[in-house]
């Protein structure tokens, strides 16, 4: 079992940054690879970013390409989602989610957070 913590969400103008934290506990966390997926109002659960156990493969959209880092450090348990020149578009819940190799599909992901809410006002 893996339990997943996110925080770092918050209110943001357009063009600014946040930087979101997964906490992760359970003794096969270093094991999975981690992922960020964002959900927006009336809209379909789509994938962000993916990072390999081992940090040494990482995986982004197209729309936030350039923009934002996925970084973990397995010491800390953590994995983290830099986002830098946000715009109103990126709005939407960030959940963090872990699984067995990388996916782009929510449905392929074992373990969940309960989501951070990120809001970017233009």
């Known amino acids: 079992q893996v339990q997943l913590v996110e925080s770092g969400g918050g209110l943001v103008q357009a063009g600014g940054s946040l930087r979101l934290s997964c906490v992760a506990s359970?003794?096969?966390?270093?094991?999975?690879?981690m992922a960020w997926f964002r959900e927006a109002p009336e809209k379909e659960r789509e994938f962000v970013a993916a990072?390999?156990?081992?940090?040494?493969?990482?995986y982004y959209a197209d729309s936030v390409k350039g923009r934002f880092t996925i970084s973990r450090d397995n010491a800390k348990n953590t994995v983290y989602l830099q986002m830098n020149s946000l715009k109103p578009e990126d709005t939407a819940v960030y959940y963090c989610?872990?699984?067995?190799?990388?996916?782009?599909?929510?449905?392929?992901?074992?373990?969940w957070g309960q989501g951070t809410q990120v809001t970017v006002s233009s």
């Open positions: 989610a872990a699984g067995p190799r990388y996916y782009s599909d929510y449905l392929k992901y074992d373990y």
């Open positions: 990072i390999s156990w081992s940090g040494g493969s990482t």
């Open positions: 359970g003794r096969t966390y270093r094991s999975y690879t």
